[in-house]
């Protein structure tokens, strides 16, 4: 695709540079808005408000949405009040907050000041809601219903006020309190055989709902759990507030399975794409567990010491400290993305913790035996074999083989357990992912082993 | 929410023993269909076909498809021909071949036997389609409209055929060789001011669609980024064959990030939640990356072995090795992480490579910069000052400094490079994660230790 878009945008910018605007016109309005978006963020900066203005006025606003929050404002900061407002006018709220969240508090001020003043109301409503909370990423134009209207009434009010909706194919049907008591959808009214039947036979009652508060990785597993299109957000008092849609449960999502794999990466989490981030930036979200895991490798470096002199007479037992941390290292971190991952799609709870530790004790048996034995057999063959190295006993090899059966162990209880006691303690569970696991680990696995050395060997 | 199903289940269970049959059907009807099924799923095997049968057919059709590949199982085995035909008639064709996949041969000789001709020809058309392309998600149950319809026509044929349609929201315009010429929407078709108008003029032109073989995670970015309720499938002719919903692109994406992450653990990936999935389930998806690793860190042993009459002199350098290991792993796994998520949402391309390259290569010079002071430091501090550990000279401290910037660097060459290469050769680039990226990190960082050491202090 970006062969593609590069071929595009040499195309608009040589258009652009014949000043052939008609042709520049009817290629763009024959693009989906993502596109253009796409097109225009890798042109120069220059060429962009001249392009922009070319579009259609929906068109403009549908790709103002989808641009780099810095194109955004380059353009903002270009606009006048009039073209600010007519780009305004037709964005969903939403969107609008999106973008606020994006910009500069003096780019801030003029988009409120340009926006009509409901819209000020509601962007202002939306702001005030946590971050990642429902009420932070919802809209607040959805279609709703009275329970007494008929069918026919129901569709005369959605042609009346649909256009303005971001959804209008599932209604919300509220009573006098603005509490949600049910939900139609529009193939329901269109499927209905009677027109003169009420909304109030035809809905679906005990509508799914969210709490403004609930976490924005709740909202999304329960859209795509139920497969709605819409999932309606109330506040405290049962009221409706407005509606997540799919699309951006969709971009949750996404978010949120970054957000988890940078944090399992030992990064603090970006909101840039890696092309869009910085030198800096990168260095920034990276530095801090690379400082901490360094610090905390001390602990090993001291286990090591300890051992030095001991070691000093054996120096054979050095070789296999590489292998038996990193194996140990990759059982904790199998058993930490499994479970860190299934906890954020909620399929486990804390209570399962035993049954848990129980499942990975019996895989971790298994799993310790096969490796100590394939181990076993490696180094009698190649370290005493082939390579006739005259050190590595046999009672070493089984010193190795006992220390890697228990690391396993280890490793696994400890990987599967952290993330579970992490969120159950408010910590997010992928903190406790390989690189955490991986120190903890090492340190334990060096421990067993000496252990099994000074019992076995010395 | 466990919590809250333990309670449903344990009171159904009291109903179902009580024979309050009337009473469970009235608080079942209540019930969203993904709720049911994920009480049915823990309920007791004996009670479920008599639970299900409760239920009003179309809720017991949208309830079978949430439910687990066991349980489906179970109650097909129990059902007459006459409820085996009665569910597949309220079935969606994707569903119906999503269950097909997950049953055995017999069972799925049964289920086409009594799917109706119609059912039974689509289904077989989509299961010939190639795993997780394109053509084995979508379904063949769309809203097609001609060309010279009126709005007032379309709206008829919706109402006429819309029933059994995944979805009506979108409509597909086709010419008479079945070739997709346009789309419109309900939306569109709901609000048009004059009935008259002809679909022709109200559709959008260009649409975009994707091939059958187009791969699933492409086609669920595809819907994520032009926020489309559904995406239409289009064979090599252009002619149109099926639809993709939302619902399902959400399913991939959760399905694809899981699968990503599993890898990147160093595990085969699994179809199989890990409640479900047994201890032999999860020794097979784990033990060849553990074998594989184990016998690949040999290498890492054999450097220290060959190294080994000079480190007896310096037993010292031994106990920093596991913190240059973890340092060069970390920061290998943090680039590879970070690059292997931004090939899998698209962001990046094969071209991009000296780009990224560059850009690891200054992060990793400021990390290892950053890094090697601190280390110095603490070297000076901890080991020096506080423990007195006189064999740490300054010296040494410097030897271990240069190889921990050193490795930083390697590590980042080879953690953001990797993934990328992997992919261009056709492989998952997720493999090239922390565990695989750390045992090769491991190898060169103790090349660079030792050869540093022999530079500098032998």
């Known amino acids: 695709m970006a062969e593609h878009h590069v071929t595009v945008e040499a195309t608009l910018e040589l258009l652009l540079e014949e000043k052939k605007y008609a042709t520049l016109r009817d290629i763009l ?24 203005r070319l579009l259609p006025k929906e068109l403009a606003a ?39 969240e994006e910009m500069p508090a003096n780019v801030v ?22 971050e990642n909370s429902a009420g932070s990423i919802m809209t607040t134009e959805y279609v709703s219903l009275l329970p007494d209207m008929t069918v026919d009434e129901a569709i005369l009010r959605i042609r ?18 603005r509490t949600l008591i049910g939900l139609v959808t529009v ?95 990168l260095f920034v979200h990276r530095i801090p567990w690379l400082l901490l895991l360094m610090v905390s490798a001390t602990f090993t470096g001291m286990i090591i010491t300890g051992f030095e002199n001991k070691l000093s007479r ?56 096969t490796l100590s034995t394939a181990c076993f057999g490696k180094i009698m063959l190649v370290d005493r074999l082939l390579m006739h190295n005259e050190s590595v006993s046999v009672m070493v090899a089984l010193v190795v083989c006992i220390t890697m059966a228990l690391t396993v162990l280890v490793a696994k209880i400890v990987g599967c357990s952290l993330p579970m006691i992490a969120k159950k303690l408010g910590f997010d569970p992928a903190v406790m992912a390989s690189p955490f696991i991986t120190t903890i680990v090492d340190a334990l696995s060096l421990l067993v082993y000496f252990g099994i050395t000074n019992a076995l060997l010395l």
Chains 1, 2 share one sequence.
């Open 109 to 130: 001020r003029r988009i409120l000041r340009q926006a009509d003043p409901q819209m000020r109301k509601e962007i202002n409503e939306i702001l005030r809601y946590p």
């Open 62 to 100: 549908e790709t103002f949405v989808e641009m780099d929050p810095d194109a955004q404002e380059l353009l903002i900061q270009g606009f006048s009040d009039s073209e600010l407002r007519e780009v305004l006018n037709e964005l969903y709220v939403d969107d609008a907050v999106d973008i606020v």
């Open 160 to 177: 009346r006020t649909g256009v303005d909706k971001e959804t209008i194919y599932t209604c919300y049907v509220l009573d006098k309190n």
């Open 29 to 52: 309005i024959t693009m989906n808005p993502a596109d253009i978006a796409g097109v225009f963020d890798g042109l120069e900066e220059s060429a962009l408000p001249l392009l922009f």
């Open 314 to 369: 054996l120096v054979v037992l050095t070789a296999f400290i590489p292998m038996l941390m990193d194996t140990g290292g990759n059982s904790g971190s199998q058993s930490s993305v499994t479970i860190i991952r299934a906890l954020s799609l909620g399929e486990l709870e804390f209570s399962d913790l035993p049954r848990v530790i129980w499942k990975e004790i019996r895989t971790a048996v298994i799993c310790g035996l």
């Open 187 to 281: 193939k329901d009214l269109l499927l209905s055989q009677n027109e003169d039947n009420t909304i109030a036979e035809l809905m679906e009652d005990n509508p799914i709902a969210v709490n403004t508060h609930a976490d924005q990785e709740e909202v999304a597993q329960a859209l795509s759990k139920y497969n709605f299109l819409a999932l309606p957000v109330t506040d405290a008092e049962n009221r409706m507030v407005g509606i997540v849609t799919f699309d951006d449960a969709m971009d949750v999502m996404e978010d949120e399975a970054t957000e988890d794999m940078e944090i399992m990466g030992g990064m603090t989490p970006s909101d840039k794409t890696y092309l869009r981030s910085g030198v800096f930036d």
